[in-house]
């Protein structure tokens, strides 16, 4: 592998530590905590120790850095040159379910562009890892969109809507819209992961509406160093924060978004 920024190297240890107490927990998941969030969100014991575990490796190095991350919010508020992004278990309904999808998702920010980003998945021991400018890996080997030529051929994945949704109409004939003109389509539970395997082939594409920040930042460079194309689409302005995303292989891209942007709802 060449990838070799100290970024990258601080969030992969990151990662590799946290994991261990994750995947702990994972195997004992009947006897943890879980505390209601909200409709369609849970917090676990789990998700707040690994993340507390991956701020302080982090912080280790870099004290100085922004931290934006899922549980704790944002730490070091003014410096918005240099970010961690974090979400400390992605695929959170997956492991409290003790299904093995999903993944701790870091990318680090740099002048408000993703340089370098790491989706590990501890339970399949299967890390992606990508940085600006020096391609996409998965554990030590290189890897790449697929070369799906046509949407009708292609396997999409999304998710959503999340149970507090107030589009769950709009996105329900989205899906009926896609489904229609694509070979079919897959609901794994994990944007993370969903990137991720956009990046290395396994999927030919992905979108998903109403989403954080924190779940796609590192995916977005992994799959566009995968030689694949993600973008935010339709950028609401009351809810500046919330992100929907599209992401596909080099040659679906154009196809999937006038799907998504047909109004038959
Ligand atoms: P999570 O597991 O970290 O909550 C599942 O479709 C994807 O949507 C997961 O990446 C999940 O992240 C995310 N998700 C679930 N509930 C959400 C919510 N209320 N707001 C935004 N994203 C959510
Ligand atoms: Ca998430």
């Given at each position: 592998?060449?990838?070799?920024?100290?970024?990258?190297?601080?969030?992969?240890?990151?990662?590799?530590?946290?994991?261990?107490?994750?995947?702990?927990?994972?195997?004992?998941?009947?006897?943890?905590?879980?505390?209601?969030?909200g409709p369609g969100d849970f917090v676990t014991s789990a998700d707040k120790r690994t993340e507390k575990i991956l701020i302080e490796e982090l912080q280790k190095a870099h004290?100085?850095?922004g931290i934006v991350t899922e549980e704790t919010g944002v730490i070091n508020k003014s410096?918005?040159?240099?970010?961690?992004?974090?979400?400390?278990?992605?695929?959170?309904?997956?492991?409290?379910?003790?299904?093995?999808?999903?993944?701790?998702?870091?990318g680090y920010?740099?002048?408000?562009?993703?340089?370098?980003?790491?989706?590990?998945?501890?339970i399949m021991n299967e890390m992606f890892i990508a940085e600006k400018g020096n391609g996409a890996y998965?554990?030590?080997?290189?890897?790449?969109?697929?070369?799906?030529?046509?949407?009708k051929d292609s396997l999409l994945v999304t998710g959503g809507p999340k149970g507090a949704s107030k589009i769950k109409d709009k996105i329900y004939s989205e899906y009926i819209n896609v489904s229609?003109?694509?070979?079919?389509?897959?609901?794994?539970?994990?944007?993370?992961?969903?990137?991720?395997?956009?990046?290395?082939?396994?999927?030919?594409?992905?979108?998903q509406r109403e989403l954080n920040y924190w779940d796609i930042a590192a995916g977005l460079i992994i799959v566009k160093e995968a030689g694949g194309f993600a973008d935010f689409?339709?950028?609401?302005v009351n809810l500046p924060l919330k992100k929907n995303i599209l992401a596909t292989n080099s040659n679906i891209h154009k196809e999937l978004s006038e799907l998504i942007n047909q109004k038959t709802y």
């Open positions: 592998m060449r990838l070799n920024s100290p970024q990258i190297n601080l969030i992969t240890k990151a990662c590799l530590k946290a994991s261990r107490s994750l995947i702990r927990d994972f195997g004992e998941i009947e006897n943890l905590q879980v505390l209601a969030k004290p100085e850095y410096n918005i040159e240099n970010r961690w992004i974090i979400d400390p278990i992605d695929g959170t309904m997956n492991f409290l379910n003790g299904v093995p999808q999903f993944a701790i998702s870091i920010e740099e002048k408000g562009e993703i340089k370098c980003g790491v989706i590990f998945n501890p998965l554990n030590n080997s290189r890897i790449r969109v697929s070369n799906k030529k046509k949407i229609n003109n694509v070979s079919n389509i897959r609901k794994f539970g994990s944007a993370a992961l969903d990137m991720a395997y956009v990046a290395c082939g396994r999927f030919d594409g992905y979108w689409f339709e950028e609401d």
